[in-house]
């Protein structure tokens, strides 16, 4: 895009601004993982929280999980500085950093880029839950391409093979739910789905 896709005005909100007032029609606790929780602080985003995500350690150190009350994700070796270039990591190590935080059985988690999201899918997908088999460590839509990874639901519970995943270098979303059973979720409007990438792609949206 050349420039932060969280900042970029859709009708004259931005995006991420846009993401999180949808989130929180379906969610009582919103967290936004990012390196720069600096660059959004100016705005309105009412009862979210900022989770400072980190780069990962340098040399051959793992990523562990503390065993306390807040199940901490700690990092046991110097961690390396998030320079004002996108992380090179990806969505997969935000997203484990992230859901060290979470306490709730299930986190759905949403891309900053999707302007085209719908309310009552997602809260008709949250209600579909309880009706996923045990062993499903997601609940997420399906394309020719693979699963959509960032726009869907999570058991808390995967941590462990999310982390031992990525600890084995792993980055990949869709290699890593290749590994484990995860439930297709209706998708009756797939346009919501639609992400916003390029230039060409915001000038659709507007």
């Known amino acids: 895009m050349g420039r932060d896709k ?3 005005p859709i009708h004259g909100v931005p995006l991420l ?3 999180c007032g949808i ?11 990012t390196p720069w929780s600096e ?3 100016h705005l309105l985003l009412p ?3 900022f989770i400072k995500e980190v780069s990962l350690p340098i040399g051959d150190k793992k990523l562990e999980i503390q065993e306390n009350t807040e199940n901490t994700l700690i990092f046991p070796a110097p961690l390396l500085p998030c320079s004002p270039a996108p992380n090179t990591h990806g969505p997969l190590v935000g997203f484990a950093q992230g859901l060290a935080q979470v306490q709730t059985d299930w986190v759905l988690l949403l891309a900053c880029d999707l302007p085209r999201l719908r309310v009552e899918v997602l809260q008709a997908w949250a ?3 309880d009706n996923v088999r045990d062993e499903a460590i997601a609940a997420l839509a399906a394309h020719p391409k693979g699963w959509e990874p960032l726009c869907g639901f999570y058991r808390r519970r995967c941590l462990p093979q999310l982390l031992e995943f990525i600890n084995q270098g792993g980055r990949s979303f ?3 739910l290749k590994q484990y059973p995860v439930e297709v979720l ?17 000038a659709v949206i507007r």
């Not at 989130?23 to 993982?33: F, L, N, P």
């Open 17 to 19: 601004q846009l993401v």
């Open 47 to 49: 009862d979210c929280q």
């Open 23 to 33: 989130a929180q029609s379906c969610a009582e606790t919103v967290y936004i993982v």
């Open 39 to 41: 660059r959004y602080e």
């Open 186 to 202: 209706p998708l009756p409007a797939p346009e919501m789905l639609f992400n916003c990438n390029t230039p060409e792609d915001l």
């Open 174 to 176: 869709q290699q890593w």
């Open 6 to 8: 969280a900042l970029i």
């Open 127 to 129: 209600a579909f839950l």
